[in-house]
């Protein structure tokens, strides 16, 4: 039985599933325009390509609705689709060429004798009030993100965005759980270095 | 404790994995270091932009796709 977050039974999830693992076609119609939204969210983020993006959603329902069968409904349904997303676009992005990239220790911080070499300076607040501001931030992190190398910008997505945790982060990236949280580490000091110049509190030097 | 051996211990003071002892060698460095304190905050905002990429709205997928998937799996393996 699907559980809600309080544990609750969800009747109306368990009777989605019950329809999907009888075939419903209806019932496949409605978990891809329900779920598919966020998924292609998620593709879009990973992969950077809307057309790979389509085809890793698609790739995932695939897995999904030949998977139906056997999930029992241990987790929710959105988190079940979740994964298989995010590992359908992962499968994309180590399938691509690797193009040239920066290397991570010029985005580190510096440090001589033990103590930082750039001071750092003071940030505003990441909570912007209104809503153009909000989606500018976002577009501005999420472009930032993206000229991360690749290894890194994957972890920083899997877990600061995604959620995923360093155990399920370290299993789909093939690394040990203290390689992950090692990577994990790197990916935020280069963004926060990114970040840096747009961060300042206005009116700072 | 240094700077650089601070900067080091972030991520595991943020997931709260110091260990106690460690955590108050860390804590007496930011009590003395202002521009430790500094790079705390901003790292730890830098975690908050990344969790706010997630709050983008979620368009409908496009409808070729929704026709796209469920007629594939219609199809034969």
């Not at chain 1, 103590?115 to 992190?141: C, F, Y």
């Not at chain 1, 759980?177 to 747009?198: E, G, M, S, W, Y």
Request: charged share 30%; aromatic share 4%; hydrophobic share 40%.
């Amino acid at each position: 039985m699907a559980e809600t977050s309080d544990g609750d039974i969800d009747y109306g999830e368990s009777a989605l599933i019950a329809r999907l693992q009888a075939g419903d076609a209806d019932a496949y119609a409605d978990l891809v325009r329900t779920q598919g939204p966020r998924m292609l969210a998620v593709a879009r983020r990973i992969l950077r390509a809307d057309d790979d993006a389509a085809d890793a959603v698609q790739e995932a329902f695939i897995s999904a609705f030949r998977a139906i069968g056997n999930f029992e409904g241990g987790a929710k349904l959105s988190t079940w689709l979740h994964r298989i997303v995010v590992n359908a676009s992962l499968m994309r992005l180590r399938n691509r060429t690797r193009r040239p990239e920066v290397s991570i220790d010029e985005l580190l911080p510096r440090f001589e004798d033990g103590q930082h070499v750039d001071e750092p300076r003071e940030w505003r607040s990441p909570e912007p009030l209104d809503a153009l501001e909000r989606r500018e931030t976002r577009q501005l992190v999420r472009s930032l993100i993206d000229e991360l190398p690749t290894d890194y910008r994957t972890v920083l997505m899997l877990r600061d965005i995604e959620g995923l945790d360093t155990k399920e982060t370290a299993e789909l990236l093939g690394v040990t759980p203290n390689a992950a949280k090692i990577r994990l580490h790197r990916a935020r000091l280069a963004l926060r270095t990114k970040l840096d110049p747009h961060m300042r509190e206005r009116g700072a030097t | 404790m240094n700077c650089r051996e601070c900067t080091d211990f972030l991520h595991d003071y943020l997931a709260g994995d110091l260990p106690e002892s460690q955590q108050r060698v860390f804590e007496g460095h930011l009590e003395l270091c202002p521009p430790c304190l500094t790079f705390l905050e901003s790292y730890r905002k830098t975690v908050k932009h990344c969790e706010h990429v997630k709050d983008e709205p979620a368009d409908a997928l496009p409808e070729s796709l929704v026709k796209a998937i469920l007629a594939a799996r219609s199809t034969p393996r």
